[in-house]
């Protein structure tokens, strides 16, 4: 599942990117509505460029971000969008996907289930490279899996999916020095991996299902790194290797990474001869654009949309995202020994009447309409429309003050004589808001919520006392500090649309620590065998998405739809999720 990050969107990786193709959900470029309907908003999806093929010549992307990114060059460890953005031109997949996300044999690797074995056989192309020459095998496969099922490297990707692998847990509890379930039949050097899995999940078949890691790691080049320092290395921070079609050739830290074509590249030969990615901060993107400083600009702030959406020279890609902001509230912490999230029954937002209430109380349709001119209709449950089928059709929370007057009243938050209420024993409440920098609306954004949340009598300050910078958010919200007590924050999702990786009792990336039983049983339930069944996973996911609602622990807020100015005179850059087509070996400039 790729859960992404942009404006504060957590990325679990490029390979964990949601199913459409299992209930006939299809990908759409135009934007959807809060009931799921679409709008009249509509985009291409792939630039055309104009006038004749220029041989080579450098692209240049800007991504805009208020922060420096972090420069974790390695899909099993970065944990941001950011990161992902600037080494989308050379980290691939091993699996190529069709536009329903569906793996096909098109990518460096070829994945064949076989459900009676309960295995998976993945088998590498032979002339599979890393940048620096050195053949991609088996070792490397297997190396990737190491990496995050090792508890030195602190990986957010150790996930209860990937548990289920054959000795996966073993591994990971430094039971074994080995990952059981992962067998190279040719040897270390070899093409081949195959998989033993615990159960067979009916969305092993889509990219990004959670259950089959879908990159490698250069074995050779970093096994003599330990793990606890691999996050840190030069090898991963200046120096990284990958086998897409670009390799990187110098990086600024935080604002700047230079790609040259991968010599070794087992696809189509690069057509350009260099792509320079940088940082451009959201308040002077706009006077970028109009200046035509970059060919291609990601990230693109949506608050101003109107001010850019017309941009002379430029054409406007866009699609739904896969993506939501979300409000959440925190319910307990995570548990290192463990590996688990634990409830706090007398967590301060314990109250599930006081977070209805909270959710009652915001105007997001009102914000959707004033700030997003339609590019984010308000979020209505945790599996957003683009999945068709899967998504419930719900209104969700729409703004009722007099509703959530009545939960607090019932519950026992009394008004005192101040207009703000007490908790029901009767001592002060003060509720920390944590939400981040970035962009023009994200401080009104922010006080509207706490100037809302006033109306019904809670008192509701900004953790910190201000917006929080992009790192230091998540980083705060990582460590469940105690300062935080709900937080608005986004992630992208990925193209096989089980939420378990995002809200299971053992996810890391369940930020709000919401784990009960009754939740645990209607995730498994969506990756059950029973649910090979199409009807089936589909009542599944509308039961959770029930209960989800119910619970608030996590209310989604917005959906989102990806828009990217893309020059003229770029011809074959792609946002389309089909990965034949979006490779960046493909783009080409023009005269």
């Keep these: 599942m790729k859960k992404r990050s942009k404006i504060g969107m957590v990325l679990l990786s490029t390979a964990l990117v949601l199913t459409l193709a299992a209930c006939g959900s299809k990908s759409s470029n135009s934007s959807s509505s809060s009931n799921g309907s679409t709008t009249k908003l509509s985009f291409p999806i792939t630039s055309k460029g104009s006038g004749s093929v220029e041989k080579g010549g450098t692209l240049s992307i800007g991504i805009v971000n208020d922060s420096p990114f972090k420069g974790v060059f390695n899909e099993e460890l970065y944990t941001d969008n950011f990161d992902a953005d600037f080494m989308t031109p050379a980290s691939e997949a091993l699996f190529g996907t069709d536009k329903d996300f569906t793996i096909n044999d098109k990518g460096a690797a070829t994945q064949k289930l076989d459900q009676k074995a309960k295995t998976a056989t993945i088998t590498l192309k032979d002339n599979v490279k890393w940048s620096d020459g050195q053949p991609v095998t088996a070792r490397d496969i297997v190396y990737a899996y190491e990496i995050i099922a090792n508890p030195d490297t602190k990986s957010q990707r150790y996930t209860e999916s990937l548990q289920n692998i054959e000795g996966m847990t073993e591994y990971n509890a430094g039971k074994a020095k080995t990952i059981s379930g992962l067998e190279m039949p040719d040897g270390d050097n070899g093409k081949t991996v195959v998989i033993h899995f615990k159960e067979m999940k009916p969305g092993m078949k889509q990219g990004g299902n959670g259950y089959i890691w879908a990159n490698a790691a250069p074995y050779h080049y970093l096994k003599d790194v330990a793990f606890k320092d691999l996050m840190s290395s030069d090898k991963i921070r200046k120096k990284p290797l990958f086998f897409g079609p670009y390799a990187i050739s110098k990086i600024i830290p935080g604002q700047s990474v230079e790609f040259?074509?991968?010599?070794?590249?087992?696809?189509?030969?690069?057509?350009?001869?260099?792509?320079?990615?940088?940082?451009?901060?959201?308040?002077?993107?706009?006077?970028?654009?109009?200046?035509?400083?970059?060919?291609?600009?990601?990230?693109?702030p949506q608050d101003n949309f109107s001010d850019w959406k017309k941009s002379d020279g430029y054409t406007n890609l866009g699609q739904q995202d896969l993506a939501y902001s979300y409000i959440?509230?925190?319910?307990?912490?995570?548990?290192?020994?463990?590996?688990?999230?634990?409830?706090?029954?007398?967590?301060?937002?314990?109250?599930?009447?006081?977070?209805?209430?909270?959710v009652y109380a915001l105007n997001n349709d009102e914000i959707s309409t004033k700030f997003y001119a339609g590019l984010r209709p308000r979020g209505t449950t945790l599996i957003p429309p683009v999945f068709g089928d899967y998504h419930l059709d719900d209104k969700g929370y729409t703004l009722n003050i007099k509703k959530a007057n009545k939960l607090l009243d019932d519950a026992g938050y009394k008004k005192g004589s101040d207009g703000y209420r007490t908790d029901p024993d009767g001592k002060k409440l003060t509720i920390n808001f944590a939400s981040m920098a970035g962009g023009e609306t994200a401080e009104p954004i922010a006080q509207d919520y706490i100037q809302q949340w006033k109306k019904i009598g809670l008192r509701v300050k900004l953790a910190t006392g201000r917006l929080i910078e992009f790192n230091s958010f998540y980083d705060k919200i990582q460590n469940d500090d105690k300062g935080i007590d709900v937080f608005s924050a986004a992630w992208g999702l990925s193209s096989e649309p089980s939420p378990y990786d995002l809200f299971s009792a053992k996810a890391p990336f369940n930020y709000s620590r919401f784990a009960t039983a009754e939740n645990t049983k209607l995730l498994n339930d969506i990756d059950s065998e029973k649910a090979e069944d199409s009807a089936y996973r589909v009542k599944a996911f509308k039961a959770w998405q029930k209960y989800m609602l119910d619970q608030a622990a996590v209310v989604p807020t917005f959906y989102r739809t990806k828009v990217e100015p893309v020059s003229n005179k770029v011809k074959g850059y792609s946002i389309s999720n089909d990965t034949t087509v979006a490779n960046y070996a493909n783009i080409e400039l023009t005269k």
């Excluded at 001869?273 to 706009?286: C, D, N, Q």
């Design 260 to 300: 040259v074509p991968n010599k070794y590249y087992y696809g189509p030969k690069p057509k350009l001869s260099k792509i320079t990615e940088e940082t451009v901060s959201s308040a002077s993107a706009p006077s970028a654009l109009k200046n035509k400083k970059y060919d291609v600009l990601r990230e693109m």
């Design 328 to 358: 959440a509230f925190k319910l307990g912490k995570w548990d290192d020994k463990t590996g688990e999230n634990v409830m706090d029954a007398k967590a301060k937002m314990a109250n599930k009447s006081l977070r209805q209430a909270m």
